[in-house]
Each structure stands twice: as structure tokens, then as C-alpha cells.
């Protein structure tokens, strides 16, 4: 085994923190035990994955895979009867997870809450599930026996149950930092009820780890996972100031303490935690993704429960946090865009072991002091007791009511009543969409298409359905298809402000661009729609002088937004004003260093001011951090071909053409992927600049 950094390491989750709480607590001297990791270590922007939804994304933390390997494609299945639904499942996952393979290299872990953990699995070490609080009485007093399957090993059971904390009997001093005027209402008032059931989860998983934690000190790694900043994110963010219209002013005073006194909660937990582990821990903190807390934050109310279940995602910013502290880290490293498919492969890296080559994401190498082992093929492939369950106990819930399914239709099993029936279609449902949105976020779109076709077609009225289809439509260049799936959807709501404005992109991706700025110009005041979509949008018609307006009003309206910013960049590079679009990406470069997109635009500026070398630099900065993105090796290449590197340009043109072939087989797609930026390498050479030996 390779010398390990970590003498062992801590990987505490905390689900949906964001770094702007965060940040504004530690401003007014909160968060002191986070702010302590910060200092000594490392700490970033950690990029979530689609859809954002916690069983999927944790379960990629726990494997490093993205869903479609994993397997873990919803919050529930069905259950081993098939007469009802379950929480995902252990036995559901088809690939080893960080404590399988830990297991089977010999080393003792720990883990808590994670999602999808249940049963246990048997591994060298302590497992507490994520049912830990399941079937909890209404009164204290009754009976709350533990699921079976809950607890690894059996002896730590009685110790765990004992470490539950029921509702009622959350601290009254907690609930003041939570609520300082919650004696008001209550212990019985329904918001109260339901903030006391969310917390004493959240203090019932932390007393858990430290139960297990205490009886088995020699831990090499421990992993336990909080969801409550989310759970009760979605309860109580919408009180957060400033305050929402729809909040009535009493509730709004009353609950508008409770996220921030979540966040202080969370540290005071990491300060028994980081004592427990001891100085010598290394410590890896994150989140699967942020949320929203302030004029981006969606109302749910009233909706119905469907409506709501699709609408509870766009609380979830596209960026969660990661920190790294102790043994091993390189303290004040820059991190180079980690996303959450980083985070199994750095974990072993840091506990001396080889990641994968089916993993997807790469080893932070540039935040740990140690060089990572190579990757081995898979650990999937590698021999030895994992601990993972017996090979009948693994399959896929689907297939097994399909099974039964057929004992039905023969007559061997009576039908299931109408009810729990109509559960696990909706179920089979929303777990085929989500796996079509995985693959087409994985850059799958035409088997995402395949897997999201038959759900709009049996379900025309249910948008999500039908977007998300246009979309992998669009990104196959399948565009008389997805502009007939947006045109069907329009004439079930002409209202649907969304499908309108996607259908206004595939209008002019077909290079039907009166077309598509007819469907446009007339919601350019659509106050549902917002200036940055405007601004995209009109530049995809060829609009530029109204992208440019509408980049402005999106700017006014957040200064700090890059995004905003480099769109309107975008803009004045094609009208010609290449000096202010190189200040503004360099404006954005400062806060976000390794801001892909800004520093592409800013390689289009300064290839045009006739800065030729940094104008390299910036494609090559994109490539560090986006290797996969075809047009800035072809920027680069043309930039090495008009500074006399032949070989140079060579090698870039190589490797774009040859991410075209493994993308965009299809000569339609592929002339989608050719598409370039605005003013690119054929302009560039057409150019008057050209003779003088710039762009």
C-alpha cells in the first residue's frame, strides 16, 4: 500500500450547505470551528451534478460513479414484498461504495446516515443507516425498537438506540438558537413539530457517530452525514430575510432565525466531532450542492404534492462547499474546480489507495501533499471479501416487481390493491426520468432521448417530461423533433413561458433565426423571464445589440453575477469592442480564478486585440479545467497555426477531432459540435488584423 497522508479521515456531509450562509455567519464571527478548518486548509466551490437530488448525488460521493452506474436513481423503490415503497436501498447499489473497498483493503471505517446505506452492510468497522429514526413513536415513552438491519455489528445496537433523541425531548436551548420566540407557540404548534423532528434527526445521527465512534477509536476512516440544513431548508427557508411575499409577517418573525441557528448548530456538532477524531484526523467537509436563500428562492406553497416534488430541486444551487484540513492537505492549495465525482477518488488517494479508471471524477492532486497511487481497472473487479451483501440480495427492485408482475398476470398472485399500484408506477416513472437526466447531463443525450420519450409520450401534460426530452432532442441536433415536442406542449399551455423560450433555442440552433426571433421579441418585457436568459437567448438569434441591453439590465441587477458578466462580454466582443470584453473577464477572473468561461471569452478578446500568446493561455486554462471542451482546443490550435507552431496546432486540432468522433458521430450532431463562438478562427484568418500577424 502506498505511504498514506491521512493517518485517518473524517468525511463529514452536510447536505445543501451553501457557502453564501456560510460565509455571512463567519463574517459576524460565526462558524468558529468551520472557519478554523478553513484557515489551516483548503477550501472551494464544489460543482453538484443533475438533477440535484441527495440519494443520487451522495451515492456518487460514496462511489465516485455518476447514478447510471451506481444505480441509486430515487429516494424510493419498491420494497423487497413489492406491495409498497421503501427508502433506496444498500442492496439496490451496483458498485462498491468507499467502505467496500476500504473493507477489503483491510481498513476500519465508520459510517453513519448515509443515504441508501440500509441494511447495513458488514464491514470492518460500525454501520448506523440512514433509517436510524425510523418509526419513531409519539410519545417518549412508548416502545422504538430499531429496524432490523440497522446497526453493524449487533453488539453497537443497544448503544445506538439509546443515543436517539425523540422530539420532545430536543433542549430547550437548542430550539432558542433556532427560535427565540418559539415558547410562544409551542412545543404542539405544527411548524414547531415539525423543525423538533428535523433537529432531534439531525442530534440522533451525530449521538449515533460518536456512540460508535467512542466504542471503536481505531477507525481509519468515518464518514457520517447530516441532511438537516436541507430538510429543514425546505421547511424554513422561505422565512430567511429578505422576506418572502407570500410570508405573513408574524411567521416571518418568529422563524427567520431558524437557518442561520442550523448552520450554528451544524459547527457546535463539528467541534465534538474534530475532538473525537483528534488532531492527528484529516478532515474532508462537503456538500452535494448549496441553497437558494435569497430572490432565487421558488415558492412551494399551495402546490400540490406532485407539483411540489418536481419544484423542491430549484431550491438547490448549482454549487455546494468543500474543505480539507489536517495531515496531508496542502494548506491554502488552489483547487481547480472540484465537482462531487472528485471526491471517492480523492479519499482514497489520501488513505494510500488507488482509484479506479471506471471512476469519473480525478484525484485532487493538487490539495494533498502525497502523489496519488496509479488507478487500478476497477475496484469492481478486484477479489475479496467487500462486505457488500449476498449476490440474491443485490438486484434491481424494478426488475423484481416485474417478476411479480407476471405471477399476477398468470393468476399466481392476486393483483395489488389500485393504490399501491399506482405508487410504484409513479415511482417507475420519476426514476426512469431521473435517469434520463443523468444521461443526458453525462453528455448521453441520444439514450437520454430513448429513456425520455415513452414517459412524454404516455404523459404529454407533464412538462418536465417533454423539457427534458426537447433538451437531449436539441443536443442530438434533432431539431423538427424537439421543436414538435415544444410546439405539442405550447398548445396544452400557450402560456408555459419555459417550453416558449426552449423552443426559441432550437428554433436557432436549426438556423431558423426570424423564426426564432419572432417567437422571442414579443416576451422581451416578460417579467417571468430573466435578463440573463433574455441575453442568451438573443444572442443564440443573432440579436447582438439586444443581447448587449439585456447583459446590462442583468448586470444592474446583480454586479457580481459572472455569469451577467461574461454575457455581456460576449456581446461586445462581436460588436467590435474588444478592450471593455477583456477588462470585464478579467473583473470575473480575479473573483473566480479558474472561471472556465470567462476565460474562454477573455482568449476571444485578447486574440482579437491581437495578443496572440495570452490569448493562448487563456484557451489552455480552459482546457486545464474542462479538457473535454472541443472549441477551445480548436481556438488554440488556430491561435498556434497564426503564431507559426504547426506541430502545436496539430496536436489541438487532433484532439478536438477526435473528442467530434466519440461526442458526434452523427454528421448532424456533429455540425451542431462544430459550431463556434462568436467570431472564431475562420473569422479571425479572414480578418484585415491577419497580415499584421494578429487575429
Not at 612 to 627: D, T, W
Amino acid at each position: 500500500m502506498t505511504p498514506r497522508p491521512a493517518r485517518k479521515l473524517l468525511i463529514l456531509g452536510w447536505d445543501a450547505a451553501d457557502w453564501i450562509m456560510i460565509l455571512r455567519l463567519a463574517d459576524k464571527g460565526g462558524m468558529p470551528n468551520l472557519r478554523r478548518l478553513m484557515r489551516a486548509g483548503v477550501h472551494a466551490d464544489l460543482a453538484t451534478l443533475e438533477p440535484r437530488l441527495s440519494p443520487l448525488l451522495w451515492s456518487t460521493v460514496a462511489t465516485g460513479k455518476t447514478a447510471d452506474k451506481h444505480g441509486i436513481l430515487n429516494f424510493i423503490e419498491p420494497d423487497a414484498d413489492n406491495q409498497n415503497l421503501r427508502p433506496a436501498s444498500s442492496t439496490t447499489r451496483r458498485t462498491k461504495a468507499l467502505w467496500n473497498i476500504l473493507h477489503q483493503s483491510g481498513l476500519r471505517t465508520h459510517v453513519v446516515g448515509w443515504y441508501a446505506s440500509h441494511p447495513a452492510e458488514p464491514v470492518r468497522g460500525g454501520v448506523v443507516t440512514n433509517l436510524l429514526c425510523e418509526s419513531q413513536p409519539a410519545s417518549p415513552g412508548q416502545p422504538w425498537p430499531l429496524r432490523p438491519g440497522t446497526v453493524h455489528p449487533p453488539e453497537l445496537a443497544d448503544r445506538v438506540a439509546a443515543a436517539r433523541v425523540h422530539p420532545s425531548a430536543v433542549p430547550e436551548r437548542v430550539l432558542t438558537k433556532l427560535a427565540p420566540q418559539w415558547a410562544r407557540l409551542g412545543r404542539d404548534h405544527d411548524r414547531m413539530r415539525t423543525l423538533a423532528r428535523l433537529v432531534a434527526q439531525c442530534l440522533s445521527v451525530h449521538n449515533a457517530a460518536k456512540a460508535v465512534m467512542q466504542a471503536d477509536p481505531a477507525w481509519d476512516c468515518a464518514m457520517v452525514f447530516h441532511e438537516a440544513i436541507d430538510t429543514i431548508g425546505h421547511h424554513f427557508m422561505q422565512f430567511f430575510p429578505p422576506k418572502m411575499k407570500h410570508v405573513q409577517q408574524k411567521e416571518f418573525e418568529l422563524f427567520s432565525r431558524v437557518m442561520p441557528g442550523v448552520y450554528e448548530l451544524h459547527d457546535e456538532l463539528l467541534g465534538e466531532m474534530l475532538r473525537l477524531a483528534g488532531p492527528d484526523a484529516t478532515v474532508m467537509l462537503l456538500s452535494d450542492h448549496g441553497f437558494h436563500c435569497g430572490d432565487q428562492r421558488p415558492v412551494t406553497e399551495g402546490l400540490s404534492d406532485i407539483e411540489r416534488a418536481a419544484t423542491e430541486a430549484a431550491w438547490h444551487r448549482e454549487h455546494g462547499v468543500l474543505v480539507l484540513q489536517g495531515p496531508g492537505v496542502r494548506a491554502d492549495a488552489g483547487v481547480r474546480a472540484p465537482s462531487l465525482l472528485d471526491i471517492a477518488p480523492t479519499a482514497l488517494a489520501l488513505l494510500g489507495l488507488p482509484a479506479g479508471r471506471d471512476m469519473d471524477g480525478r484525484v485532487l492532486e493538487e490539495a494533498i501533499e502525497h502523489p496519488a497511487p496509479d488507478r487500478i481497472e476497477s475496484w469492481d473487479a478486484e477479489d475479496g471479501d467487500d462486505a457488500r451483501h449476498p449476490t440474491d440480495m443485490r438486484q434491481d427492485p424494478f426488475e423484481a416487481h416485474d417478476a411479480i408482475r407476471q405471477l399476477i398476470d398468470l393468476g399466481y398472485m392476486a393483483a395489488l390493491p389500485e393504490d399501491a399500484q399506482a405508487r410504484i408506477d409513479l415511482t417507475r416513472r420519476e426514476t426512469a426520468f431521473n435517469l434520463g437526466m443523468v444521461l443526458a447531463h453525462r453528455g448521453r443525450a441520444a439514450e437520454a432521448a430513448a429513456t425520455l420519450a415513452p414517459l412524454a409520450e404516455a404523459h404529454p401534460d407533464e412538462a418536465r417530461y417533454a423539457l427534458s426530452l426537447a433538451r437531449a432532442l436539441l443536443t442530438c441536433a434533432r431539431f423538427d423533433e424537439a421543436d414538435a415536442v415544444l410546439t405539442r406542449l405550447l398548445s396544452l399551455d400557450p402560456s408555459h413561458t419555459e417550453c416558449a423560450m426552449l423552443r426559441v433555442s432550437v428554433l436557432a440552433a436549426a438556423g431558423r433565426t426570424d423564426d426564432a426571433w419572432s417567437l422571442l421579441g414579443p416576451r422581451l418585457t416578460d417579467p417571468s423571464v430573466s435578463p440573463l436568459t433574455l441575453a442568451d437567448l438573443c444572442a443564440s438569434a443573432g440579436r447582438w445589440e439586444e443581447s448587449e441591453r439585456q447583459a446590462r439590465r442583468a448586470l444592474g441587477a446583480a454586479p457580481k453575477n459572472p455569469a451577467a458578466a461574461i454575457a455581456l462580454a460576449r456581446a461586445e466582443i462581436v460588436l467590435g469592442r474588444f478592450e471593455p470584453a477583456a477588462e470585464r473577464c478579467l473583473d470575473v477572473l480575479e473573483a473566480h480564478p479558474v472561471h472556465p468561461e470567462a476565460h474562454h471569452q477573455l482568449g476571444l478578446a485578447l486574440a482579437w486585440l491581437g495578443e496572440l500568446g495570452h490569448a493562448a493561455s487563456s484557451f489552455a486554462a480552459v482546457i486545464a479545467v474542462q479538457p473535454g471542451r472541443i472549441e477551445a482546443h480548436r481556438f488554440l490550435a488556430a491561435l498556434r497555426r497564426l503564431g507559426g507552431d504547426e506541430p502545436g496546432a496539430r496536436e489541438a486540432e487532433h484532439r478536438a477531432e477526435s473528442m467530434l468522433n466519440t461526442l458526434a458521430p452523427d454528421p448532424a450532431q456533429r455540425a451542431l459540435a462544430e459550431r463556434q463562438s462568436p467570431r472564431g478562427p475562420a473569422a479571425w484568418s479572414a480578418s484585415p488584423h491577419a497580415a499584421g500577424g494578429a487575429p
